[in-house]
C-alpha cells in the first residue's frame, strides 16, 4: 500500500481537489491519504488569531475562511456526502469563531489557544477531501499522533503513535483513507498540538512506517527537487533521484520540499519517498531511497538557510579540539540548540559553530555555563554571536570524492568580494557548507551553483 500527502496548494481550489480526486480514486482501496489545511490557511489563521488579541476585526476574517470553505464543499464534496460535511465543517466554523472572541475578549494569545487556531484548518479541509472521494473512511489524526513535551516544543511520541496508527487502520483494505496531517495530540494532558509548521509531511512519514508502506508519495506543487531554488536560478533543474541522506542534507540546508523531520522514520524502514506534483501528475518526480545517482549528479543542490549566528569561542585554549567541539556540541544539544555547522579552527585557535538565530540566547546561557572553568582562568576571552549570515550548503555523495572542493568554492567566493565567515570541517561526507553575510546570499547560491550545473 502507498501512502499519499497532499499539501495546501493541492487541496487549496476546486480545481486542485479535482486532481487529487483523480490521482486517489485511481488507486487501490487501501491507500492512506494525509492532507493538509487549504492552501495559506494556517498563516491566515494565526494572523487573524493576532488581529483578535490586537482587538482588530476578526469577525470578517472568519467570514472570509467561512466563505471559502463553503465554496469547495459546493463545488467538490459528493453530493451524497454535502450535508454531513456541512454539518462537520459548521461546528468547527463555530469553535473557530468562539476561540477568536475569546481571543479577543481577554487581549491575549496563549500558546495553546493558538494550537487549537491552527488545528482547525486541517481538521476541516480532512472531512471535506474525504467527502470529495468515492468511498472515503474519515480518519481523526488527534486519535492516533500523539506528542510529548521537550523543552517547549512537542515531539511525536513515536512508539505510542506507531501502536496506535496499527489500530486505527486494523481494516485497511476498506478505504481509501483520509486523515489531516499535521495535527496531534499531547498524551498526557490531552491538549491539541501539532508537529511544526510544515508537519503534514511527517504524519504522513509516521503512518507509511507504522504501516509498512512500499512507498511514501509527497503530491506538491512543483516538478520534484531541484538543484536550487528556482525563484533564485531560473534554469534549475528537477533531480531525477537522490539518496535518504542527501535529501536530509538538502531539506536541513533550506531546501523547503519537505520538513524534515519527515525523512526519519521512512529512511530507518527503508520506505521510498517520491515528490510528484499534483498539477502534472505526469512528470516522473524525485525517488528518494537508499541509492544515489552519484554519476549524473555527484551534486544534488546549492542551498542556503538564512537567519545564520555564527558563535565564536575565541581565546587560548589547551585542550583538544575535537575535546572543545564535543564540550560545546553537547552543551548546546542538552538545550535544544542544534549546530548545523563546525567549523575547523584557523590559525587563532578560534573555535566557531553556525546556530540559527533564534537560538542565540539559549546557546548564550549554556556554553557560558559549559566553559565556567575556563572562563575563570582566562583561557577562554569570549564568547561572542555573529548575526545576519547565511549558511551556503553544498550536497551531494559524490562530493566527497571532489578533491580540492572548498579550495574551489572559497576562491570563487573571493573573487567576487564574498566574505567567507566559515566553512565545514573538510568534505569527508555529504555536504560542504559555508557561512556568508546574509546580504549576499542569492549572488553566493548563483556562483556556486554554477560550479556545478
Ligand atoms: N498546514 C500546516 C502548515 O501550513 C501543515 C502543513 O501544511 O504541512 O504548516
Ligand atoms: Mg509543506
Not at 70 to 94: C, F, M, P, S
Given at each position: 500500500m502507498n501512502v499519499l500527502k497532499f499539501g495546501g496548494t493541492s487541496v487549496g481550489t476546486v480545481s486542485s481537489l479535482e486532481n487529487v480526486r483523480s490521482i486517489v480514486e485511481s488507486l487501490p482501496s487501501d491507500t492512506v491519504v494525509v492532507v493538509s489545511a487549504l492552501g495559506g490557511l494556517t498563516d491566515k489563521l494565526i494572523a487573524t488569531a493576532h488581529l483578535a488579541a490586537a482587538g482588530g476585526d476578526?469577525?470578517?476574517?472568519?467570514?472570509?475562511?467561512?466563505?471559502?470553505?463553503?465554496?469547495?464543499?459546493?463545488?467538490?464534496?459528493?453530493?451524497?456526502?454535502?450535508?454531513?460535511?456541512?454539518?462537520?465543517?459548521?461546528?468547527?466554523?463555530?469553535?473557530?469563531?468562539?476561540?477568536?472572541e475569546g481571543v479577543s475578549l481577554i487581549s491575549d494569545l496563549p500558546a495553546k489557544t493558538l494550537n487549537v487556531i491552527v488545528s482547525l484548518g486541517e481538521r476541516m479541509s480532512a472531512p471535506i477531501v474525504a467527502g470529495a472521494i468515492k468511498n472515503a473512511r474519515l480518519h481523526n489524526s488527534l486519535d492516533f499522533v500523539k506528542t510529548e513535551k521537550w523543552f517547549d516544543k512537542n515531539i511525536a511520541d513515536s512508539i505510542l503513535t506507531h501502536n496506535l496508527i496499527v489500530r486505527e487502520f486494523a481494516d485497511l483494505a476498506n478505504g481509501p483513507h483520509v486523515t489531516g496531517g499535521f495535527i496531534s495530540q499531547d498524551r498526557d494532558s490531552g491538549e491539541i498540538t501539532n508537529l511544526g509548521r510544515g508537519g503534514s509531511d511527517y504524519t504522513a512519514a509516521l503512518i507509511a512506517a507504522a504501516l509498512d508502506a512500499e512507498m511514501l508519495d509527497i503530491w506538491t506543487d512543483v516538478d520534484g527537487f531541484m538543484t536550487a531554488d528556482p525563484r533564485i536560478i531560473n534554469d534549475a533543474k528537477v533531480l531525477p533521484s537522490m539518496s535518504f541522506i542527501e535529501s536530509?542534507?538538502?531539506?536541513?540546508?533550506?531546501?523547503?520540499?519537505?520538513?524534515?523531520?519527515?525523512?526519519?522514520?521512512?529512511?530507518?524502514?527503508?520506505?521510498p519517498i517520491r515528490i510528484l506534483n499534483t498539477f502534472n501528475p505526469e512528470a516522473p518526480g524525485t525517488l528518494i531511497s537508499d541509492s544515489s545517482d552519484s554519476k549524473d549528479y555527484p551534486v544534488k543542490g546549492v542551498t542556503a538557510v538564512k537567519n545564520t549566528c555564527l558563535v565564536r569561542l575565541s581565546g587560548n585554549l589547551t585542550e583538544h579540539v575535537a575535546q572543545i567541539n564535543t564540550r560545546a556540541y553537547n552543551a548546546l544539544a542538552r538545550n535544544g540548540v542544534s549546530v548545523f555547522l563546525l567549523a575547523q579552527p584557523g590559525e587563532n585557535k578560534e573555535f566557531s559553530f553556525a546556530i540559527s538565530s533564534s537560538d542565540q540566547g539559549m546557546a548564550y546561557r549554556s556554553l557560558n555555563e559549559e566553559f565556567v572553568p575556563e572562563l575563570l582562568d582566562g583561557s577562554?576571552?569570549?564568547?561572542?554571536?555573529?548575526?545576519?549570515?547565511?549558511?551556503?550548503?553544498?550536497?551531494?555523495?559524490?562530493?566527497?570524492?571532489?578533491?580540492?572542493?572548498?579550495?574551489?568554492?572559497?576562491?570563487?567566493?573571493?573573487?567576487?568580494?564574498?566574505?567567507?565567515?566559515?566553512c565545514s570541517e573538510g568534505n569527508s561526507d555529504t555536504t560542504a557548507s559555508f557561512v556568508v553575510e546574509e546580504k549576499d546570499t542569492v549572488e553566493a547560491i548563483k556562483a556556486i551553483h554554477g560550479l556545478f550545473f
Open positions: 476578526w469577525a470578517s476574517e472568519a467570514d472570509a475562511i467561512a466563505e471559502r470553505h463553503y465554496n469547495i464543499i459546493e463545488g467538490i464534496v459528493r453530493q451524497e456526502n454535502k450535508a454531513n460535511t456541512l454539518n462537520v465543517v459548521d461546528a468547527l466554523l463555530d469553535e473557530l469563531r468562539r476561540t477568536y536530509m542534507e538538502l531539506c536541513t540546508f533550506g531546501a523547503k520540499v519537505i520538513y524534515p523531520p519527515t525523512i526519519y522514520p521512512v529512511f530507518h524502514k527503508n520506505i577562554l576571552k569570549n564568547i561572542s554571536f555573529e548575526e545576519n549570515l547565511s549558511t551556503i550548503a553544498v550536497v551531494g555523495e559524490g562530493i566527497r570524492h571532489m578533491k580540492g572542493l572548498d579550495g574551489r568554492i572559497l576562491n570563487t567566493l573571493l573573487r567576487l568580494g564574498i566574505r567567507t565567515l566559515a
